[in-house]
């Protein structure tokens, strides 16, 4: 009896019948990309996933410098990068590994969990401020292409926009009853996002627009609400001041120049890419749901508060100088929740003039558009990066215990693998853009090259790089940066041999191939580190860490 009661679908309005459908929505869409590691968007996504490795290693050694611990263990594996990104989500990500297993595919599905989390958000939004059927709508949200394709990267967009997600749905609760405990959840999972990643701090100001848009000024006043802001400003500001001193082009990243912000291109960019954000049917829907939602005095409130939602998210977001079309998932739910009202709004009309149970219309069209999502799915395009294990299995047979020279646009993917089958740190991955030249996020940004001539690198490889194996990407670089030039051409040379070449299946398809260096080779104990990111010229020394 109790189970009929818990399964009972109740004129469509039972919260476990849809909460199983956009769990089902997350297996769907991870079973589409079940071979995809994940680590396709280079170089963020192999660095989101060595991340999780480096901050579950720190925390246990906890070592007395920290600065000194992530320098070594950089010249150990130069795919971290713990500052240019808060680390809560590599903190989840870190014990994931460790329960299960050091796999990016673990990580790919630590990021469809948070797509699930968004999913069950959104349903119970629309259960409550909707209507108990709408909470199917939750699904939509899970089929967008741009959560389809995010979810199945190991990237924070997906993550960030979950906990914004969820963080906004308390803290509307707690609008509507100040003094209940949704309080605590809103700010938790506000500061949570923020330390995933930075740009989801969007949601405080749309709870502050929510604030003004409803009259409700006391709310600022509220005694548990500054308590807990001044709490949550002394957990944020010291990652702040880590970030501004060792990360400062990710602040420039943030506040563009008065000449940039007047640039009309900088305000429709999010606008000209949500195709690749939202499907045909959800941009359909919500140009109906805009009329229909404005003009309709039932769902004017509703509206409203979404429309302020969405209008600040796309502020903020065309304000920073970083703009991909990725960020725009921040504007997938309010677009979910304006298509249902719309939907809602137009199934009361037609049932109005031709009669029947407006609950039985509304629940057809959501199941068509539910149908429609299904069946679309399939077609999104999602990358991937293959090929990188078999390179790495060869390595680690021919260089035990060795350092390995890496040059390339995948060398992200190559380190991740390599460490991921090192936990004794007996190996090690020597870059190309460290050894031979250096530069700050993208190839030509703050670019220094440190080898003149094919000479130049042969001398490097001898003294400074206690590699005999090297493996590079054919092409990357080389026609953009001499020094990478310099290095295809010196491996053709008789101080090299060609061992084997592996096929890599990626956006940018390439081929590695694979090196044996025949000269004698000097290891040094120290790797030398440039930074150009931290300004021309920083350099540091590193001793590669050691269990």
């Known amino acids: 009896m109790m189970l009929r009661r818990v399964l009972r679908w109740q004129g469509g309005r039972s919260a476990l019948w849809q909460v199983l459908v956009v769990l089902l929505a997350v297996l769907y869409i991870g079973g589409l990309h079940l071979g995809n590691d994940g680590l396709w968007d280079q170089g963020d996504a192999p660095r989101h996933a060595t991340n999780g490795l480096f901050w579950w290693d ?41 329960l299960v297993a050091v796999s990016p595919f673990v990580a790919k599905g630590l990021v469809l969990s948070f797509a699930l989390l968004a999913g069950l958000y959104l ?46 749905y308390h803290g509307r609760r707690w609008l509507e009853a100040p003094s209940s405990h949704h309080i605590y959840p809103a700010f938790f999972f506000a500061v949570l996002g923020i330390l995933t990643y930075i740009p989801s701090g969007i949601v405080v100001f749309v709870i502050l627009a929510w604030v003004v848009a409803e009259g409700r000024w006391r709310l600022l006043g509220d005694r548990r609400a500054l308590a807990l ?3 949550s400003a002394l957990i944020l500001l010291p990652w702040a001041l880590v970030v501004i001193k060792w990360a400062p082009i990710y602040v420039d990243h943030v506040f563009p120049k008065m000449s940039a912000v007047l640039r009309a291109e900088r305000w429709i960019f999010f606008l000209r890419h949500l195709p690749q954000i ?64 719309g939907l809602s709004s137009v199934v009361r009309w037609v049932a109005a003039r031709l009669g029947g149970d407006p609950s039985r219309w509304f629940l057809a069209g959501m199941a068509t558009v539910l149908a429609l999502h299904v069946t679309s799915a399939s077609l999104v395009r999602v990358p991937v990066v293959d090929g990188f294990r078999a390179v790495v299995a060869f390595v680690e047979m021919e260089a035990r215990d060795e350092r390995i020279f890496y040059d390339g646009y995948y060398n992200g993917v190559f380190s991740f693998y390599l460490r991921a089958g090192d936990p004794d740190f007996r190996r090690g991955v020597v870059l190309g853009s460290k050894l031979l030249y250096a530069t ?108």
């Open 58 to 98: 720190y925390l246990a050694s906890f070592p007395e410098n920290p600065v000194e611990f992530a320098l070594r263990y950089f010249a150990r594996y130069p795919a971290i990068n713990p500052i240019g990104y808060p680390p809560a989500f590599y903190l989840l990500e870190g014990a994931a590994f460790s």
């Open 229 to 231: 802001a001044f709490i």
């Open 123 to 168: 349903t119970a939004w629309l259960r409550r401020w909707v209507a108990e059927e709408a909470g199917w709508g939750g699904a939509f949200l899970v089929l967008q292409p741009g959560i389809i394709a995010w979810a199945n990267a190991v990237m924070l967009n997906v993550p960030s926009m979950a906990l914004g997600l969820a963080a906004l």
């Open 440 to 547: 700050a996020i993208s190839p030509n940004l703050l670019l220094t090259e440190r080898v003149l001539s094919p000479a130049g690198v042969v001398q490097a490889l001898r003294t400074e790089c206690g590699c005999r194996w090297l493996a590079v990407e054919r092409k990357a670089l080389s026609d953009r940066i001499a020094a990478a030039k310099y290095l295809r051409q010196a491996v053709t040379g008789a101080e090299f041999q060609l061992v084997r070449s592996f096929p890599i299946v990626a956006p940018l398809e390439t081929q590695i191939d694979v090196y044996r260096f025949l000269l004698p080779i000097e290891k040094p104990d120290e790797l030398v580190l440039p930074f150009p990111i931290l300004g021309k010229g920083t350099v540091f020394r590193g001793t590669p860490i050691e269990r």
């Open 278 to 341: 939202l499907s045909i049917w959800l941009l359909v829907l919500l140009v109906l749901s805009l009329m229909v939602g404005i003009c309709d005095r039932y769902w004017r409130r509703e509206v409203k508060l979404i429309l302020v939602w969405g209008i600040v998210s796309y502020v903020a977001l065309s304000y920073m100088v970083a703009r991909e079309p990725r960020y725009a998932l921040l504007l997938a739910p309010p677009a979910v929740l304006l298509c249902v009202i």
